[in-house]
């Protein structure tokens, strides 16, 4: 029993298949291990952190008096440049407060002042407004502007009535072809000049669709609202000649009594106001500002001590953790510094068991890929041995899968393809013809193989090829015409 | 004067149309006393309706219902382009009666 060549060559492929996913899934999941190793670094940072908070708990002489040497330089020069800022912002509050004090007295001034400027506008406005009422004509004019205001209103409601009226009715009378006729020769019109026959039919046309009646209303439609708009432009205009009267006979009372001195001042006193007002609100706000940043300062563990920590954490980045684990045990009255640097040792070593998994599995995937590599070179043999040849048969001694198995490094997938050769078989002459080259040389392999019985015919066969591949070599005509040069390397490999 | 005369009957009549509110008003009234008169119980809606029917119709144009006179109407007044038509057809036939014949 054998199994055929192009099962064999199917079952390297898919083995070269199934290796390549194999490595490529492996490669994929490295980058798991970036992320495993981005998560130990944060955590090695969160625990260097809590230490640095731990050997410094707060921003004070005290503090930085009793913390390592190592830091001590720095953070006291930080301490000093916090000091130095919140005298100046001190110094900035109080230059501010003086400024708020200053900005709501003229605040209230202004507000006072304002106040009386429109209480006096509001009596002299009060004081015009009555010599109005008195003066007779005034107050006729206003009657004639109030009810022309009101009837202008209304003109204008209906006129927007018959708008709406002639935009849906006229559509109608401008689609009908015999009204349009009719229309244009001018019918029942001076410009009419048709005699005859033809007056007699228009007649009757006429008639027909009632075109008197049909006319009226298209005139109508068209003209009135033209119209009605000149006359409400008139009406607007008889208004505004009443309205200028008026408006002359207030000035002029208005003059006399000094109002419009009165408003300027009033518009003038509300702009300065307005101004006082804005600078008040700024002032406010920096005040505010400040006094947040005071705040801060004056916290022990404010944005000065986050930079102090951040110095301290970047220091005992420098040290091994055998040295910080020594420092933690000289305090021997303090087991919360031990805690934490027995949590940094165990994320360091949790760190050096992946860095040492990391570079075991990349190697593995080095020999995966060498493998690879070499299963390729064997499938490329086969196929120029025309192994896959249907022609071609197998012991079925010979198990592809199970000898990949096997195979850990480049060196075991080179002895496969050995294995591979001493298990081929050629099913007949004819196409040993074709696969092995010279037929008298086959004939040669395949008369050792069959005399030699089927105990030694393999190794009969193997002496035969051997003796293929000298002449291969040694007769240059016989290496041109014999296309075994992969077969050739093969059995020198 | 005819000038002066029209001018004068569209500004009575643009006028006129300024108290089309008053003629709603006057309308709705007619209409009560009527329906009171005659016994007729009907609603504030309904005369409503009635009222927009009303101006909807006034001024409102349709041509006559299709039939044999509305076609006659439409071919007098595209008697033009009929005769034309025919005019056209005729030359045509006529040529080809005397290329053929």
Redesign the interface.
């Known amino acids: 029993m054998t199994i055929p060549g192009p099962t064999v060559h199917q079952q390297l492929m898919d083995a070269y298949k199934r290796l390549t996913e194999q490595l490529e899934q492996d490669r994929k999941s490295m980058h798991d291990v970036q992320e495993q190793y981005e998560k130990l670094d944060a955590e090695r940072d969160d625990a260097l952190r809590s230490l640095a908070q731990h050997y410094l708990p707060e921003l004070t002489a005290d503090a930085i008096n009793s913390t390592w040497r190592e830091v001590r330089s720095d953070i006291s020069t930080l301490l000093l440049q916090k000091e130095d800022e919140d005298r100046s912002l001190q110094q900035k509050l109080k230059q501010l407060q003086e400024n708020r004090t200053t900005t709501e007295k003229a605040l209230l001034q202004a507000t006072n002042v304002l106040d009386s400027a429109i209480l006096e506008q509001n009596k002299v406005s009060a004081v015009v407004e009555k010599r109005l009422q008195e003066d007779t004509q005034f107050v006729e004019l206003a009657d004639r502007a109030a009810i022309a205001e009101l009837?202008l209103e209304?003109?204008e409601?209906?006129?927007h009535?018959?708008d709406q009226?002639a935009a849906r009715?006229l559509p109608?009378?401008q689609a009908?072809?015999?009204?349009q006729?009719l229309y244009e020769r001018g019918y029942g019109q001076k410009e009419y000049r048709s005699r005859g026959l033809t007056r007699r039919?228009d007649r009757w046309?006429a008639r027909?669709?009632d075109f008197t009646k049909?006319r009226?209303?298209?005139d109508?439609?068209k003209?009135?609202p033209d119209?009605?708009r000149?006359?409400i432009a008139e009406d607007r205009r008889s208004l505004n000649i009443v309205m200028e009267e008026l408006e002359r006979k207030r000035d002029r009372v208005a003059d006399e009594m000094g109002l419009p001195e009165k408003i300027s001042l009033t518009d003038r006193l509300t702009r300065d106001r307005q101004q006082i007002l804005q600078t008040a609100n700024f002032v406010s706000e920096s005040m505010n500002e400040v006094e947040d940043r005071i705040n801060d300062l004056s916290d022990p563990r404010g944005s000065y001590y986050q930079q102090a920590i951040e110095i301290f954490r970047q220091t005992l980045v420098g040290f091994k953790s055998s040295d910080l684990k020594k420092r933690a045990e000289a305090t021997k009255d303090d087991l919360t510094d031990d805690q934490i640097v027995a949590r940094l040792s165990g994320v360091e070593s949790d760190r050096g068991d992946l860095q040492e998994a990391t570079r075991d599995r990349r190697n593995l995937q080095k020999q995966k890929q060498h493998v690879i590599e070499e299963l390729g070179r064997v499938i490329q043999r086969f196929r120029a041995a025309h192994f896959d040849s249907v022609r071609s048969h197998f012991l079925d001694t010979l198990s592809i899968d199970e000898e990949l198995a096997y195979t850990e490094d480049a060196e075991d997938a080179r002895k496969l393809w050995q294995k591979i050769r001493r298990s081929q078989r050629w099913g007949d002459h004819e196409s040993e013809d074709d696969a092995g080259g010279s037929s008298l040389k086959q004939v040669l392999v395949n008369a050792m193989g069959k005399a030699a019985g089927d105990e030694r015919g393999d190794d009969a066969r193997r002496a035969g090829a051997r003796r293929l591949e000298y002449d291969s070599n040694s007769d240059a005509r016989s290496a041109v015409r014999d296309d075994t040069g992969g077969s050739s390397s093969d059995h020198a490999g | 004067m005819d000038v002066a005369r029209e001018m004068r009957d569209q500004r009575e009549t643009a006028e006129e149309m300024f108290r089309r509110d008053d003629l709603r008003t006057q309308l709705r009234d007619k209409l009560v006393r009527t329906a009171r008169m005659s016994g007729d119980n009907v609603t504030e809606e309904e005369i409503e309706l009635a009222i927009e029917q009303f101006f909807e119709s006034v001024h409102s144009y349709q041509d006559p219902q299709p039939g044999m006179k509305s076609l006659l109407a439409h071919c007098w007044v595209w008697r033009g382009r009929l005769a034309l038509a025919a005019a056209a057809l005729t030359t045509v036939l006529g040529g080809l009666w005397f290329m053929f014949s």
Not at chain 1, 176 to 179: A, C, G, I, N
């Open positions: 009837a209304r003109a409601s209906n006129l009535e018959i009226d009715k109608a009378y009908s072809t015999l009204f006729y039919i046309l027909y669709i049909a009226q209303g298209y109508f439609l003209q009135t119209q009605m000149k006359i």
